[in-house]
């Protein structure tokens, strides 16, 4: 009887901690990066921060610090690595961004940023972490994006009755084109081997 009157009183116990749980913030950030180059031998990068509380409680006194970038290398050109919020309601979503800017060739492996927040039922500061980023590759030489260089480009559309005579010549560098008649679409193509 004792024992199973211990193990209702566990049972019981584990539900209201499940309980209690429940309803408490749950804060996800999201850490993203983005790399542009205003000026040769200056790389600039772009960070932003995306917060998302999806617990059921609003978190208190939010702080986001972004501390993984070195001064030596990175010089902060507009916003800051830190942000701090009175609130962030169940539900919300909130972004932070600061662009920083080297002269420093060279790989970088940034850390995630740190989240901390209050929750009144707790005495101490819950802390959360972001995603991390993928090591950048900083000044390095990029090959030029594949794209492709239209020479010359010519479409008509001729409507005769029912049927249309669709006819593209398009010619690419360094290609010489064949030509195939499709009888069944009564269409001209160019075809590179």
């Known amino acids: 009887m004792a024992r199973s009157l211990a193990l209702v009183a566990l049972l019981l116990l584990g539900f209201a901690a499940a309980a209690f749980a429940a309803d408490a ?5 999201h850490k993203k990066v983005s790399l542009s180059r205003p000026k040769p031998g200056v790389e600039r990068v772009a960070v932003s921060l995306d917060l998302y509380n999806q617990g059921s409680a609003t978190a208190y006194d939010v702080t986001v610090n972004d501390d ?3 001064t030596e ?4 050109v507009t916003g800051e690595k830190s ?3 009175e609130r962030l309601d ?3 979503t909130v972004s932070h961004t600061f662009v920083l800017e080297t ?6 492996q940034g850390s995630p940023a740190v989240i901390t927040y209050r929750v009144p039922t707790k005495t101490a500061l819950q802390e959360a972490y972001s995603t991390p980023i993928f090591e950048l590759d900083i000044l390095a030489d990029r090959p030029p994006e594949k794209k492709f260089e239209w020479v010359k480009a010519c479409s008509e ?3 005769t009755g029912v049927c249309c005579l669709i006819r593209c010549t398009v010619h690419l560098p360094g290609r010489d084109p064949l030509k195939e008649q499709l009888e069944s679409k ?5 075809i590179y081997p």
């Open 186 to 190: 009564q269409e001209e193509t160019l």
């Open 90 to 92: 169940p539900g919300a």
């Open 73 to 76: 290398a990175f010089e902060l």
């Open 157 to 159: 559309i001729r409507g």
């Open 103 to 108: 002269k420093t060739q060279g790989r970088f």
């Open 68 to 70: 993984s970038w070195p």
């Open 83 to 85: 942000k701090t919020l």
């Open 25 to 29: 913030p749950f804060v996800v950030a």
